[in-house]
């Protein structure tokens, strides 16, 4: 009896030992299967259309143009997709005008510099506005892009600076402009110097239109405030892309000073083209391609 407890005890222990031996690999197997998967998985594999919910895989949405195959909800793109997107090969980016960084020495919660310098830290562009030089389907054309991702595409001197070179530049070369429009508004760490760049970007188009060339706007997500009201809507043609929102003042706003309840799709692309304040409305893909009929409709021709 006394033989075969010990041999009970003795199994027993050699259980133990193989148990704790073997909970100690699974647990470093599992330990190193939860790291290598938290180094190997990126964090943005996946992604949410924010119109209709469904989940896309994240390089399908991108190579889709950022257009949702779902619902084709069009996403915001960043300033060198647009480039790409509309240009020939071959474009060069034009240099952004400088300005006085901070004029009003302005701060709220943080400097304006220091603001300024984590937008710039963040984006491969000095500011919410830059200039290329190139051809859309071989025509030429000086397109300028508005960035909302820095500080919300707002309005500022460096904006208007770079508008007017943008134009310059189309007149120096005898060419269009045109311009993809995404802003909050005007700047207000730059107060009355912000809203100053609505007539001088207002004078500017007029100097296209003195020496006849086109001016071409593309209104996208979102386009509001000062830049509504001044250069986004003096176009020879406005353009824009579905379900991109435009207009001056909010919507609540609105509703709160007349009222009112407003339209369902109030202040969306379609709505502004059935009530005649947009001339098209443009799927993403096809942009490039109308806008090189329009640039062939409305180039000067040389008279023989």
């Not at 799709?265 to 379609?270: K, L, S, T, V, W």
Request: hydrophobic share 40%.
């Amino acid at each position: 009896m006394r033989r075969t407890g010990q041999k009970a005890v003795s199994k027993a222990l050699f259980l133990q030992d193989w148990y704790e031996t073997e909970m100690s690999w699974l647990s470093k197997v599992r330990n190193s299967i939860s790291s290598l998967a938290k180094r190997d998985t990126p964090d943005n594999l996946w992604m949410k259309c924010p119109s209709c919910g469904e989940m896309l895989f994240a390089k399908d949405f991108e190579a889709n143009l950022s257009v949702c195959p779902n619902c084709q909800h069009h996403g915001r793109i960043r300033t060198k997709t647009r480039f790409d997107l509309l240009l020939d090969d071959g474009y060069s980016v034009l240099p952004t005008p400088k300005v006085p960084e901070n004029p009003l020495n302005f701060r709220d919660t943080k400097k304006y510099p220091d603001r300024l310098k984590a937008a710039r830290a963040a984006n491969p562009y000095p500011d919410a506005l830059t200039n290329a030089a190139g051809t859309i389907d071989g025509r030429k054309a000086v397109l300028g892009v508005q960035d909302f991702a820095f500080m919300g595409g707002s309005m500022g001197m460096a904006v208007g600076e770079a508008f007017v070179a943008g134009v310059e530049k189309a007149v120096a070369d005898n060419c269009a402009y045109i311009i993809c429009t995404a802003a909050g508004g005007a700047r207000m760490q730059e107060g009355i110097l912000s809203l100053m760049q609505m007539p001088k970007t207002t004078v500017a188009t007029r100097r296209l239109a003195a020496a006849g060339l086109p001016y071409i706007v593309v209104l996208t997500d979102p386009t509001t405030g000062g830049v509504t009201a001044s250069y986004a809507m003096l176009g020879d043609v406005q353009i824009a892309e579905p379900g991109a929102l435009i207009g001056f003042a909010g919507q609540r706003v609105i509703q709160d000073t007349i009222r009112e309840k407003l339209p369902d799709g109030f202040q969306r692309a379609e709505y502004l083209h059935a009530h005649g304040m947009v001339d098209m409305v443009v799927h993403r893909k096809d942009l490039k391609g109308t806008l090189a009929t329009l640039l062939g409709y409305l180039e000067r021709k040389e008279v023989a």
